[in-house]
T-cell receptor, first 113, second 111 residues
């Protein structure tokens, strides 16, 4: 069966520090991968999605970036965090065309102080 | 993707049916209706989806009006564990695969 992992589960970082969040998927090949962010009390906002290794689409301008170095690995990064980067970061995967369901990871709660 | 409109909150008594409405008046012919829910501090969970026929699975039923401009998610016997934010999303079956989440409906199941 397929599983999706995210780490760390929680993170507290000072403003201006770098960020690296990792997401890995097991049990499937060639998944579509997504990064979402949820600010406190708000809905989910799509940040990035990827249909293959090295293929990243950005949905909103921001100081975050994403990379997909391996088929089942998706990384969210920042060189300098802002206070507004605080939130709940969720990674998700879906299958190829015709597979309708997205599966979400447990999330990382990031607090920038 | 078509925009959806949902009530911000609803209450339901435990054991009764919960009927969650969604308006999607600008939906186009190739767009599906999806429902996800998010329990506090967890990632969203897929519930059900449909195109134009009513659908039922072990979690819920989805009723889509004939003109497809609105739908209703039905939880037949709500339990306390169904307390969550429920998101109605429309998305085409091809092209961009990402989901666009709105504000959803916060369902509170009362004991």
């Amino acid at each position: 069966s397929q599983t999706i992992h995210q780490w760390p589960a929680t993170l507290v970082q000072p403003v201006g520090s770098p960020l690296s969040l990792e997401c890995t998927v097991e049990g499937t090949s060639n998944p579509n991968l997504y990064w979402y962010r949820q600010a406190a009390g708000r809905g989910l906002q799509l940040l990035f999605y990827s249909v293959g290794i090295g293929q990243i689409s950005s949905e909103v301008p921001q100081n975050l970036s994403a990379s997909r170095p391996q088929d089942r690995q998706f990384i969210l990064s920042s060189k300098k965090l802002l206070l507004s980067d605080s939130g709940f970061y969720l990674c998700a995967w879906s299958g190829l065309a015709g597979d309708y369901e997205q599966f979400f990871g447990p999330g990382t709660r990031l607090t920038v102080l | 993707d078509a925009k959806t409109t949902q009530p911000p909150s609803m209450d339901c008594a435990e054991g009764r049916a919960a009927n969650l409405p969604c308006n999607h008046s600008t939906i186009s012919g190739n767009e599906y209706v999806y429902w996800y829910r998010q329990i506090h501090s967890q990632g969203p969970q897929y519930i059900i989806h449909g195109l134009k026929n009513n659908e039922t699975n072990e979690m819920a039923s989805l009723i889509i009006t004939e003109d497809r401009k609105s739908s209703t998610l039905i939880l037949p016997h709500a339990t306390l564990r169904d307390t969550a934010v429920y998101y109605c999303i429309v998305r085409p079956d091809t092209g961009r695969r990402a989901l666009t989440f709105g504000s959803g409906t916060r369902l509170q199941v009362q004991p």
